[in-house]
């Protein structure tokens, strides 16, 4: 099974920087099937961005991923308030096996 | 409007067994993979169980064996059978859907506490 190791665990940033997230797979990410959540206390998660950098419906455009292979990057270009929350990779793999990341809290400084 | 909507958390003692529901609207269970994934105390998320449109189901290897997936197509609804509960499956459990995004969840519900407790 594939394992996703994300980095850092917490990234304290202050509204209007820009917010770099890391996501790195145990083995290559079959078919790039690698997506992002956002998830805030108390409420669902939301997916931000699927097969590495597409948007999901609504997300807007500060959100950008990318990546291949084993490494992945969640950027967040300019921090606005409501972006402060867990963020995490989620990988669909063979067998099949859907796995997450274990989370990157994304804090104001 | 596409919803998702969990029921049937609560407090269960060691090894007693709950059933979590999850209504659907808007679209049909047997259209769609639909999964429970969890997220206990502190942690990250879990994916638990992911029933496909074929019927083919897929656990965690912390839960197999105890744990059974399903629906009800004529009450749009899918299940979380679980038995032999464990403290360590104190979480919220969410409910979400595999739809247009691929290998990814596009909808989810609010989730449902299942506290595992003597």
């Known amino acids: 099974e594939i394992v996703l190791a994300q980095s850092p665990g917490t990234l304290s940033l202050s509204p209007g920087e820009r917010a770099t997230l890391s996501c790195r797979a145990s083995?290559?990410?079959?078919?790039?099937?690698l997506a992002w959540y956002q998830h805030k206390p108390g409420q669902a998660p939301r997916l931000l961005i699927y097969?590495?950098?597409r948007r999901a419906t609504g997300i807007p455009d500060r959100f950008s991923g990318s990546g291949s292979g084993t490494d992945f990057t969640l950027t967040i270009s300019r921090l606005e308030p409501e972006d402060f929350a867990v963020y995490y990779c989620?990988?669909?793999?063979?067998?099949?096996?859907?796995?997450f990341g274990q989370g990157t809290k994304v804090e104001i400084k | 409007e596409e919803q998702l909507v969990e029921s049937g958390g609560g407090l269960v003692p060691p090894g007693g067994s709950l059933r979590l529901s999850c209504a659907v609207s808007?679209?049909?269970?047997?259209?769609?993979?639909m999964a429970w994934v969890r997220q206990a105390p502190g942690k990250g998320l879990q994916c638990v169980s992911v029933?496909?449109?074929?019927?083919?189901?897929y656990y965690a290897g912390s839960v197999k064996g105890r744990s059974t997936i399903s629906r009800d197509t004529s009450k749009n609804t899918v299940y979380l059978q679980m038995s032999g509960l464990r403290p360590e499956d104190t979480a919220v459990y969410y409910c979400?859907?595999?739809?247009?995004?691929?290998?990814?969840?596009?909808?989810w519900g609010q989730g449902t506490m299942l506290t595992v407790a003597s």
């Open positions: 097969d590495v950098s």
């Open positions: 979400a859907r595999e739809g247009s995004a691929e290998g990814a969840f596009d909808l």
């Open positions: 029933l496909l449109t074929s019927g083919v189901t």
């Open positions: 083995q290559s990410v079959s078919s790039n099937y």
């Open positions: 808007g679209f049909s269970v047997s259209t769609t993979y």
């Open positions: 989620q990988q669909f793999g063979s067998l099949p096996s859907w796995t």
